[in-house]
């Protein structure tokens, strides 16, 4: 089957700190791919490079998205063509409304599709279905966005941004922090009903719990700024029994 | 009322907003169409009082211009919203005086919407008076909106007497050089004055909001807030007194200025101040500028939101807090859509007229 996404030989810079030092990975749809690594190893860095973050600075390598060069888009091509980031820290825009913020994005989706806005009516039974996902109260839609939610309901609220947009390619940088057990259950999910045979997830964690929900056909360690270690979802039990110490 | 029914004889005075049910003004370069002026003695704003602290008298305004003996008088009625058009047509207005009065208990809404004829030059000079007495309440808004080459000053001279309240709202969508002066003198217990201004500043325009506002009984309540979206080379000055005076017991007063300069070259500057002679009184004062945050623009462009769609977004969400402000909710929405057509860079003419009004 053919790639989703190829990355190859990846290096970036943030600054004159080079952070990645030769990334290569492959994605294919309908896989689900997990990502460990200590602190600082590079992961939600790699993250912002795929959503089109300009802080970084590729200085080498490539990164091919269903045959385009991903890194000539800009992030709301990426986005409209199907790459999702679950924020590890999801932003606070005050004054502007989660409803409102998620209508234009619906709508801009839309519209690069040549489909018509959604109306008013048909925006909030979307909204009300796919906050179900999440059980999100749907008395967060009036407020601004992230603005005063807990770091639990901002995770909440990445997966149903996730939701409404349908992501060919999801990348969930660490959306299992800092939820408690039922929240985790639920995020969890909500991502296995969005699951489809052509799609597919980055999901970064440092906890083997949530791939007791969300189970990973594969498992890589980044460790400063390579992947050092592929294989099964038995990886994410021995990193957890045994710490990054063995990849010095 | 005769003025309600009265059909003005020009076409300019066509363009108005829909607004239902609005009783109509129309005044064409400062003279009202259809009525006479009205003869009446300026109206006393001031204020003196003695601060034994410092063994001193003072005086608010130190010095104020002479009024024309005449003004386009407004006698708003209780509940029904009053539109007042004013067109210019030619190019300086040296002196326009407009007063209005509510004296009975009950809600009152006034809207002003001054505009140009066409492309050249225009001057403007005027004074509002506003006169708020026995328990009325006045909601006021005060559209801008005129093309880039006109000049535009403006006195606002407020009087809010014992438990009456105005709520005044100036919209400037688009002038060149405009000039705001508010005087407002709390002068009764238990007076409220609530001003709020957003102003949308592109190209060279340049404006001046100064604003003196004198607490002169006790328990009375000041809210100001003033926001401006600045860009291209635009100008904004703030300047911001509230005085207590020891009359002022119980006090709350709060001032705030905040800009967004969407431009590197737009430039705002801001000097709210306090002047306080009583002791017992919640007051605060505050002044921000600010430009887009880079987080926000990235977390919405990889929501697929495009870059300009997520400025004017932020724009909007910026200006919403003025226009919230508004309490008639035909006036708030016809007023959020210019703006939001304004922030879009499309011309702010409502759909039903071929001119910018408001
Ligand atoms: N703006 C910056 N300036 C300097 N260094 C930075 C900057 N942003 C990130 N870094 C550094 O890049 C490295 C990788 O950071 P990154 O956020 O990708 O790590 P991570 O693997 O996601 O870590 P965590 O598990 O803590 O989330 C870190 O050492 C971090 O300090
Ligand atoms: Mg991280």
């Known amino acids: ?248 | 009322m005769e003025e309600f029914r009265y059909i003005p004889k020009s076409e300019l005075f066509k363009c108005s907003v829909d607004l239902p049910g609005a009783r109509k003004f129309f005044v064409w370069d400062g003279v009202p169409d259809g009525l006479p002026l009205k003869e009446a003695p300026a109206l006393d704003v001031s204020a003196s009082f003695e601060v034994s602290s410092r063994m001193e008298r003072m005086v608010y305004p130190v010095s104020l211009e002479d009024v024309p003996q005449k003004a386009v008088e407004i006698i708003p009625e209780e509940g029904t919203l009053t539109q007042v058009i004013s067109v210019r047509v030619s190019p300086s207005l040296v002196f326009g005086r407009v007063r209005i009065v509510c004296q009975k208990p009950g809600n009152y809404a006034v809207v002003l919407c001054s505009h140009t004829t066409g492309q050249e030059r225009f001057s403007t000079r005027e004074i509002v008076e506003v006169s708020v007495s026995g328990g009325a309440r006045l909601d006021l808004v005060a559209m801008q909106n005129e093309n880039s080459l006109s000049a535009h000053k403006s006195d606002f001279r407020l009087k809010i007497e014992e438990d009456s309240s105005l709520k005044m709202n100036i919209i400037t969508l688009h002038a060149g050089n405009v000039s705001n002066r508010i005087h407002s003198l709390l002068s009764g217990k238990k007076a409220e004055c609530w001003l709020n201004g957003l102003y949308l500043e592109d190209g060279e325009q340049i404006i001046d909001t100064d604003v003196t506002l004198v607490h002169n009984a006790p328990e009375c309540l000041s809210r100001q807030l003033f926001k401006g979206i600045l860009s291209g080379h635009s100008r904004s000055r703030f300047t911001g007194e509230v005085v207590v005076s020891p009359a002022g017991q119980k006090t709350e007063a709060y001032q705030a200025n905040n800009n967004l300069l969407v431009s590197d070259d737009a430039r705002a500057s801001s000097d709210p101040h306090l002047v306080i002679y009583a002791d017992d009184v919640k007051c605060s004062h505050g002044s921000t500028a600010g430009s887009v945050g880079d987080q926000e623009l990235f977390y919405m462009r990889s929501r697929g939101i495009s870059e300009s769609e997520a400025r004017i977004l932020q724009q909007q969400a910026f200006a919403a807090a003025v226009l919230e402000q508004v309490s008639r909710e035909e006036l708030r929405e016809r007023l959020s859509c210019l703006v939001e057509r304004r922030l879009r860079g499309e011309n702010t003419v409502c759909a039903a007229c071929g001119r910018g009004c408001c």
């Not at chain 1, 993250?47 to 800009?74: E, F």
């Open chain 1, 1 to 248: 089957m053919e790639n989703l996404l190829e990355i190859k030989n990846l290096h970036a810079r943030i600054g004159d700190k080079e952070i990645l030092k030769g990334i290569n990975l492959t994605i294919k749809p309908g896989e689900v791919h997990t990502i460990m690594g200590r602190n600082g190893s590079g992961k939600s860095t790699l993250s912002a490079i795929l959503a089109g973050n300009s802080n970084y600075t590729v200085t080498q390598g490539s990164i091919t998205y269903q045959g385009r060069d991903l890194l000539k888009m800009s992030p709301e091509e990426r986005s409209w063509a199907g790459i999702f980031l679950g924020f590890q820290y999801p932003v606070e825009i005050p004054g502007v409304t989660n409803v409102n913020f998620m209508r234009t994005a619906v709508n801009e989706h839309r519209k690069q599709k040549g489909l018509p806005p959604l109306s008013a009516a048909e925006y909030l039974k979307l909204m009300r279905e796919k906050m179900a996902y999440v059980e999100m109260d749907p008395s967060f839609s009036s407020r601004g966005v992230n603005v005063g939610f807990s770091g639990g309901e901002k995770k909440r609220n990445e997966v149903f941004q996730m939701a409404m947009l349908s992501p060919l390619l999801a990348i969930l940088d660490e959306t299992d922090s800092g939820l408690d057990v039922d929240a985790l259950r639920i995020v969890a999910n909500g991502v296995n009903r969005l699951k489809t045979k052509d799609n597919a997830f980055v999901v970064i964690t440092h906890y083997q719990r949530l791939l007791d929900y969300i189970v990973p056909d594969v498992v890589h360690v980044l460790y400063k700024g390579r992947i050092v270690k592929t294989a099964g979802k038995e990886l994410a039990a021995e990193v957890e029994a045994h710490g990054y110490d063995e990849f010095e």
